[in-house]
């Protein structure tokens, strides 16, 4: 896409970069630098942080270590999800529109730095005297504004995607980078974490189980979430005159208008695709992230030690991901490869709970379980991860495609309605892992040896069909997404054509103003 705001003279050429209101970019945009490409990349960390936080530790911590009621958890939980869905779309059309001298995304990256560090820290540190229910009240109100937050830094940072660059496979490649991070941070904090705070105690044989624990957790997270936004906005700062400015023709117009080109995001075929596909893959997950210590804890018996070396199976899934995704991408296409590898993955990563239900996988202790949960896992995590690098990368072609159509670059809009459609799922997920747990009638603060085969049965069916059905349907819907290649680079040429039309236009009128 056409999307970076500059004068027709590029910096160092002796002009001010103009940044005014409405401007594309120039025709030929200068290399992305290494440091633009790894800043804006490490900026993932703080999500995947927040993420793997969140979705993996924060129901098992106040349902298991504090012992709270499943339901009032995943009912606070599930309320923030949806409170960070409504603002979503608000700080994406923000973004569009905002003027300053830092261009209208690096205001919100740097907005986000004290922020959601600060509320993180805070979720992790529940007054004890509080009963059940202002518990739940304390989760929701800490949690929802770290999601908020980290909100506006991350919907600002995606939104500039298709503004560093217009490149069909470029696009993929900065979405395999900025998912590596988001896998480095995801995982290689749990990791780290298991390992050295979740160390089992002679009181906790299970260090995810010790209440003392979750503070240098806390600790670590909002420090890797700092750093990391830091690295992001600094990273990319010097890139600000490349990227689009505000169109004059989205300032104004207030709430109703703010709503009708929301609406008219919906009106795009590719991205109702994309958003379908999203609705049930980020529900599939949410409940996946919300299950999975629960599996490898009670089902498994694993330690913290084990879970720690488990979860680096993910970093190494981004690894085999990164170059992995461009490539299928180029062979297959960004919508054939998103639905193959998800469906093949997908099976794969299920296929331990099935043959555990079915009494032909390892036992908890035996030495084949580690190596081959670690393997299946790997495996399983880089194909959804092309999977979801690939989607996000179409994400950014629909907004030229949008473009195209309406004459408006709105990046921000079409990536809150996507984060939007995120939050919801994914709180349908933790949703769906709080009526999973109580229909199986797992008990709050168990021990492991008071989990029953039955409760552990119930737990392992009612998942396996609802991750699966989730995905098969998601993957229907994205049958329908019709950008190609050749589709995205027409849309690209268009605007271009567009664009120097309109400067030539402008050139002419300056020529052959009136004379007085």
Not at 197 to 224: I, W
Not at 420 to 442: P, R
Request: proline share 5%; charged share 15%.
């Amino acid at each position: 896409m056409a999307s970076h705001c500059m004068d027709e003279e590029a910096p160092g050429s002796g002009a001010k970069p103009a940044g005014r209101v409405g401007e594309g970019a120039s025709p030929t945009l200068p290399p992305l630098s290494l440091k633009t490409r790894y800043g804006y990349a490490s900026g993932a960390i703080a999500n995947g942080v927040k993420n793997v936080s969140f979705s993996a530790y924060l129901m098992f911590f106040y349902n298991q270590v504090v012992g709270v009621p499943a339901a009032i958890v995943s009912a606070a939980l599930a309320a923030t999800l949806l409170i960070d869905a409504l603002i979503d779309p608000f700080l994406g059309r923000w973004s569009d529109v905002a003027r300053t001298r830092w261009g209208r995304r690096h205001p919100f990256i740097y907005a986000a730095l004290v922020p959601t560090p600060l509320f993180f820290l805070l979720v992790w540190l529940p007054p004890a005297t509080l009963s059940h229910a202002q518990t739940g009240f304390w989760v929701f109100a800490t949690a929802v504004f770290t999601r908020i937050s980290i909100s506006a830094f991350e919907i600002a940072t995606q939104a500039m995607t298709p503004e560093l660059t217009e490149d069909y496979r470029e696009r993929t490649r900065l979405f395999s980078l900025r998912y590596w991070f988001l896998y480095l941070g995801q995982y290689g904090f749990s990791a780290l974490s298991l390992l050295i705070f979740f160390a089992p105690t002679p009181d906790y044989p299970r260090g995810q189980l010790n209440p003392d624990s979750y503070t240098g957790f806390a600790l670590l997270g909002s420090a890797m979430i700092f750093l990391s936004i830091l690295a992001c906005g600094l990273g990319t700062h010097d890139r600000i005159p490349y990227l689009r400015q505000a169109d004059p023709r989205g300032q104004g117009g207030g709430i109703a208008r703010h709503f009708r080109e929301m609406a008219g995001a919906f009106r795009n075929r590719a991205f109702l695709a994309i958003f379908g596909f999203g609705v049930f893959k980020f529900t599939a997950i949410g409940l996946y992230a919300a299950s999975a210590l629960y599996f490898n804890t009670y089902l498994f018996g694993l330690s913290a030690a084990q879970i720690a070396l488990l979860t680096i199976d993910s970093v190494v899934a981004a690894t085999i991901a990164a170059p992995l995704a461009p490539l299928m991408s180029h062979w297959l296409g960004k919508r054939t490869s998103s639905l193959l590898f998800a469906i093949v993955g997908v099976s794969l990563g299920l296929s331990p709970l099935l043959l555990s239900y079915l009494d032909l996988f390892f036992l908890p202790g035996d030495p084949r379980l580690l190596p081959t949960l670690f393997v299946i896992g790997a495996i399983y995590g880089a194909m959804v991860a092309v999977s979801l690098i690939n989607t996000s990368s179409m994400l950014a072609d629909v907004v030229e495609d949008s473009a195209v159509r309406t004459g408006r670059h709105e990046a921000g809009t079409f990536f809150a309605a996507a984060s939007f459609m995120q939050q919801c799922s994914t709180a349908l997920g933790l949703v769906a892992n709080g009526l999973i747990l109580t229909w199986s009638a797992f008990p709050a603060k168990v021990s492991a040896d008071q989990v029953t085969d039955a409760m552990m049965d119930s737990l392992v069916i009612h998942y396996l069909f609802a991750s699966f059905g989730l995905w098969l349907l998601g993957c229907v819907i994205l049958l329908f997404y019709p950008i190609t290649r050749a589709h995205h680079e027409r849309n690209v040429e268009i605007l271009k054509a567009r664009l120097a039309e309109a400067r030539a236009r402008e050139a002419e009128n300056f020529a052959g103003g009136p004379v007085r």
